[in-house]
Nanobody
Framework: QVQLVESGGGLVQPGGSLRLSCVAS????????MGWFRQAPGKEREGVSC????????YYVDSVKGRFTISRDNVKNTVYLEMNSLKPEDTAVYYC???????????????????WGQGTQVTVSS
């Protein structure tokens, strides 16, 4: 059974930092893209950052460029999202997701991911 387990969310003041972790287990098929999505109340879910095992740069949505960094540890089957200079508008539930390997990847967060974590709340507030 595939599991994606997120951790690291919480309450932080504006300007603060958090690091999210997502541990993947139970995969019986190869996956190529992992990423972080978020959904704020009343808003659509958006792809925040995605990373692949292809030789291309990670993707970041414009609103987090220069502040967030995604990384992947294939030995630990873990993907991280380092979030710095957090803003109130970063408040959302953050979800980890993974995609079963496909023949094409456009370098962005895929519209369809095959597996999702349960989500972790990030709240940025003073």
């Amino acid at each position: 059974q595939v599991q994606l387990v997120e951790s690291g969310g919480g309450l932080v003041q504006p300007g603060g930092s958090l690091r999210l972790s997502c541990v993947a287990s139970g995969f019986t098929r190869d996956y190529d893209v992992m990423g972080w999505f978020r959904q704020a109340p009343g808003k659509e879910r958006e792809g925040v950052s995605c990373i692949s095992d292809y030789e291309i740069r990670p993707y970041y949505v414009d609103s987090v460029k220069g502040r967030f960094t995604i990384s992947r540890d294939n030995v630990k089957n873990t993907v991280y999202l380092e979030m710095n200079s957090l803003k109130p508008e970063d408040t959302a539930v953050y979800y980890c997701a993974a995609r079963i390997r496909q023949t094409y990847y456009n370098g962005r967060c895929p519209a369809r991911m095959n597996y999702w974590g349960q989500g972790t709340q990030v709240t940025v507030s003073s």
